[in-house]
């Protein structure tokens, strides 16, 4: 009995090794500006799978130009503060990723037109507490139309989501600053593969305002849901359309790839949200 407490000690010794030295556990990256880490390029470069980059808000903007994420089951979140980045473009590839009080602001930077994008990799992402405000316009006059679906394809986007599934967009602020230069400007698009389809994608809880769209939804799409949002604006801010057409400046669209290809929506519900601020049509279907 009296070798008790000593082999108790012991194993709680190797345990405590064991765990610290097993390979593949979660880290936390601390990005903050004058610290070791300054960038959120410089995290994401030394980020694994699992990890949680914490990005503190500083007293200037992070600029990181094109940054592409390629892990699975990275955080991505802002503390002390909410972060702002400007000319910067987020393009997320790997599975289940979640971006959480980031603010991301093209304002000043005309060749980011799309500020988060989701590639067809990125299932399971979730956007958080999120602004994405004043992409670029994009190419095209914005009119969504059959007999030319680039119009609207090539737009200015907050959140583009490229046929990812199973995409959550939460308590996020779309609300851009009025500027009639950018007639093709859309708040969050979602373009379905013209060989498949876009699976359950929520949008709750957002506010959204914009030159142009608000919510662009192309192609086949199954159990999306949009509720509980406010839009805000879509067109001039005095509530005029800006010099555009009624299908310019909706709050959301509903279309096909293409005339040929069709569009099925099964199980889509729009529900509980707040069109009064849309200047064009509150929900306009192909």
């Given at each position: 009995?009296?070798?008790t407490?000593?082999?108790?000690?012991?194993?709680?010794?190797?345990v405590l090794?064991?765990?610290?030295?097993?390979p593949?556990?979660?880290?936390?990256?601390?990005?903050s500006?004058g610290?070791p880490i300054?960038?959120l390029?410089?995290a994401?470069?030394?980020?694994?799978?699992?990890d949680?980059?914490?990005?503190?808000?500083?007293?200037?903007?992070?600029?990181?130009?094109?940054l592409i994420i390629?892990?699975?089951?990275?955080?991505i979140?802002?503390?002390?503060g909410t972060?702002?980045?400007?000319?910067?473009?987020?393009?997320?590839?790997g599975?289940?990723?979640?971006?959480?009080?980031?603010?991301v602001?093209?304002?000043?930077?005309p060749?980011?037109?799309?500020?988060?994008?989701?590639?067809?990799?990125?299932n399971?992402?979730?956007i958080?507490?999120?602004?994405l405000?004043?992409?670029?316009?994009?190419?095209?006059?914005?009119?969504p139309?059959?007999d030319?679906?680039?119009?609207?394809?090539?737009a200015?986007?907050?959140?583009?989501?490229n046929?990812?599934?199973?995409?959550s967009?939460?308590?996020?602020?779309?609300?851009?600053t009025?500027?009639?230069?950018l007639?093709?400007?859309v708040d969050?698009?979602?373009?379905?593969?013209?060989?498949?389809?876009s699976?359950d994608?929520?949008?709750?809880?957002c506010?959204f305002?914009?030159?142009g769209?608000?919510?662009?939804?192309?192609?086949?799409?199954?159990?999306?849901?949009?509720?509980?949002n406010?839009f805000?604006?879509?067109g001039?801010?005095?509530?005029?359309?800006?010099?555009?057409?009624v299908?310019?400046?909706c709050?959301?669209?509903?279309m096909p790839q293409?005339a040929?290809?069709g569009a099925?929506?099964t199980?889509t519900?729009?529900e509980?949200?707040?069109?009064?601020?849309?200047s064009?049509?509150g929900?306009?279907?192909?």
């Amino acid at each position: 009995m009296g070798f008790t407490k000593p082999v108790i000690f012991c194993l709680c010794v190797v345990v405590l090794f064991a765990l610290t030295a097993l390979p593949g556990l979660a880290a936390v990256i601390t990005v903050s500006q004058g610290g070791p880490i300054s960038s959120l390029a410089a995290a994401v470069g030394t980020a694994a799978d699992g990890d949680t980059i914490n990005v503190e808000a500083g007293p200037s903007a992070y600029v990181e130009g094109t940054l592409i994420i390629n892990q699975n089951s990275l955080t991505i979140q802002g503390t002390n503060g909410t972060p702002r980045f400007t000319g910067t473009s987020l393009y997320l590839a790997g599975t289940g990723v979640t971006l959480r009080n980031l603010t991301v602001d093209g304002e000043g930077a005309p060749g980011m037109d799309v500020l988060v994008n989701l590639t067809s990799s990125a299932n399971q992402a979730t956007i958080e507490s999120c602004t994405l405000v004043n992409p670029a316009s994009g190419t095209g006059t914005g009119v969504p139309t059959l007999d030319d679906p680039s119009s609207v394809a090539n737009a200015g986007i907050g959140l583009r989501i490229n046929g990812s599934d199973q995409v959550s967009v939460r308590d996020c602020n779309f609300e851009c600053t009025p500027d009639p230069d950018l007639p093709n400007q859309v708040d969050l698009s979602d373009l379905a593969p013209t060989d498949g389809s876009s699976d359950d994608l929520l949008v709750e809880h957002c506010r959204f305002g914009s030159q142009g769209k608000n919510i662009l939804l192309v192609g086949t799409h199954n159990r999306a849901v949009i509720r509980d949002n406010a839009f805000n604006r879509s067109g001039g801010v005095d509530g005029s359309r800006g010099g555009q057409s009624v299908l310019s400046t909706c709050g959301i669209v509903i279309m096909p790839q293409t005339a040929a290809d069709g569009a099925v929506f099964t199980d889509t519900r729009i529900e509980n949200n707040d069109f009064n601020s849309v200047s064009g049509v509150g929900v306009y279907v192909y």
